[in-house]
């Protein structure tokens, strides 16, 4: 166990509907990682939060948003779902925010969009 | 931009056996990370390895070990006395030391042990 919580595990839902991923990251770290795994675009870095604020940000779509709270936890906000937006989404903490770190990585949240 | 390739999608081994999983990647800077990252059935990603550019020797952690070719662009990851926990897919990845980086991941490659 990583001690990285992400939930829901599993979420199935309509395209143009609204949804939210919640990750807490393991305990003492500061920093958060948001990462999508599609079978076409393999895994990629969607965006970075540090002590609540935003750090790095990758290819994320302007229909997602993500932000980061004072106990730490995450979401990631996903809206005007498509079918394509339909991937493993994967939350990842690590201690001082470095992408060069051991990042420690949740079992992710499998979203359907239907 | 930074590329990882991983142009195997897929190997086997037997129980017990040495395999080496390959990754080639493609950057300008010098100072860098590669990482081999392992990702089983239950779909959480473990860092296997961690190698800083820098540092000429190979990384090495239990069983599994790198072969690191600066100068190639090559980071293979050896896996020695493979087990059927070994299973799964591994995925190579590659990040700059920078505020700006980011971790950039290969395609994977799906490892299945034979009993």
């Known amino acids: 166990d990583s001690g990285v919580t992400q939930t829901p595990k599993h979420l199935i839902t309509a395209t143009g509907q609204r949804v939210t991923l919640r990750c807490s990251p393991r305990?003492?770290?500061?920093?958060v990682y948001w990462y999508q795994q599609s079978l076409d675009q393999g895994l990629q870095f969607l965006i970075q939060?540090?002590?609540?604020?935003?750090?790095a940000k990758g290819n994320i779509l302007e229909r997602f948003s993500a932000q980061q709270f004072p106990d730490l936890h995450s979401e990631l906000n996903l809206s005007s779902l498509e079918l394509g937006d339909s991937a493993l989404y994967f939350c990842?903490?690590?201690?001082?925010?470095?992408?060069?770190?051991?990042?420690?990585f949740g079992s992710g949240t499998q979203l359907s969009v239907l | 931009a930074q590329t990882v390739t991983q142009s195997q999608p897929e190997m086997s081994v037997q129980e017990a056996e040495t395999v080496t999983l390959s990754c080639t990647y493609d950057?300008?800077?010098?100072?860098?990370?590669l990482f081999w990252y392992k990702q089983p059935p239950s779909r959480q990603m473990i860092l296997v390895i961690r190698?800083?550019?820098?540092?000429?020797q190979n990384a090495t952690e239990n069983r599994f070990s790198v072969n690191f070719q600066k100068a190639a662009k090559s980071f293979s990851l050896k896996i020695s006395d493979s087990q059927l926990g070994d299973a799964a897919m591994y995925f190579c990845?590659?990040?700059?030391?920078?505020?700006?980086?980011?971790?950039?991941f290969g395609k994977g490659i799906t490892l299945s042990v034979r009993p």
């Open positions: 990842a903490s690590s201690v001082k925010g470095q992408h060069n770190e051991k990042l420690f």
């Open positions: 190698q800083e550019a820098y540092k000429q």
């Open positions: 305990s003492g770290d500061l920093s």
């Open positions: 950057t300008s800077e010098s100072d860098y990370y």
């Open positions: 939060y540090y002590n609540g604020e935003e750090r």
């Open positions: 990845a590659y990040t700059e030391n920078g505020a700006n980086s980011k971790l950039t």
